[in-house]
């Protein structure tokens, strides 16, 4: 697939998936948008690649969150209906990264800020470099802190008092921090940073694809279960299902 501003490689089960707009730290723009919907598109359907890395290009950082040089005078001059057909299309992409069925693995260096923080929120592990740094930056332009499913994700990820205060101060989580509050999951120098997500995707891709698939499906399933027994049946199930069809493929 082709894109303007992303790259994206496919080798040995695994995707690799590159915010490409070094010369605004990756800033996500509206044809950057509409990109990631036609891949995440494709992904969802797609069954040889089974785990998707996402990083950003250049050295500044992973992402800076959303181009307001580009989208600001158009936003603000825009209808209110208008407002929130852009703001449901740029939230959706996070919808999206959950229901895909590859783990996604966020190789991070430098800032994610904004909706750079959002694109590491809604991937399921994350490797981050010593400079790492991620914060709810809306806050601080004046806008809510909680958006692009911030507020979904994080109290999840760090529990509710850190993260409130995240997202109401808008200040920075340092990488050490983000390790210390099991945000990211390792922590390593910026030229090992792909090869120590490709070490990782590599042990999920030689698994069962359709176990793989059912994992991240029942953890986020799991995430909103109401009882311990709603979380049970679902993993009863899917391994239920796993067990029957590896029988049927014996």
């Known amino acids: ?3 303007e501003t992303l790259l994206f490689e496919e080798k040995d089960n695994m995707g690799l998936l590159t915010l490409n707009r070094p010369k605004t730290v990756n800033a ?3 044809k950057m948008i509409e990109e990631l919907h036609a891949l995440f598109d494709f992904l969802e359907a797609n069954e040889s690649i089974r785990v998707l890395i996402l990083t950003g290009a250049g050295e500044k950082g992973f992402c800076s969150g959303m181009d307001m040089k580009e989208s600001a005078a158009q936003l603000f001059e825009a209808t209110p209906a208008l407002i929130y057909k852009h703001q449901s299309l740029a939230s959706r992409l996070f919808y999206k ?3 895909i069925p590859q783990p996604i693995i966020a190789a991070v260096h430098g800032a994610a800020s904004g909706a750079g923080f959002s694109f590491a929120l809604a991937s399921d592990v994350r490797i981050i470099t010593p400079q790492a740094r991620f914060n709810a930056a809306y806050i601080n332009i004046g806008l809510g802190g909680a958006d692009l499913a911030s507020s979904y994700f994080l ?3 760090i529990g509710s008092g850190r993260a409130n205060e995240f997202l109401l101060t808008g200040d920075f989580m340092s990488a050490e921090e983000a390790i ?3 945000f990211a999951s390792r922590i390593v120098e910026k030229e090992n940073l792909l090869d120590t997500a490709c ?5 999920m891709a030689s698994k069962n694809p359709l ?3 059912m994992t991240k499906e029942a953890i986020n399933q799991n995430l909103n279960a109401g009882s311990l027994e709603q979380a049970l049946h679902v993993e009863n199930r899917n391994q239920s299902f796993l067990i029957a069809s590896m029988k049927l493929g014996a």
Request: overall charge positive.
């Open 155 to 157: 109290p999840r990820l």
């Open 211 to 213: 176990g793989l698939k």
């Open 97 to 99: 990264m959950r229901r």
């Open 28 to 30: 996500l723009n509206q």
């Open 1 to 3: 697939m082709e894109f």
């Open 199 to 203: 070490e990782i995707a590599g042990k």
């Open 180 to 182: 210390q509050l099991g």
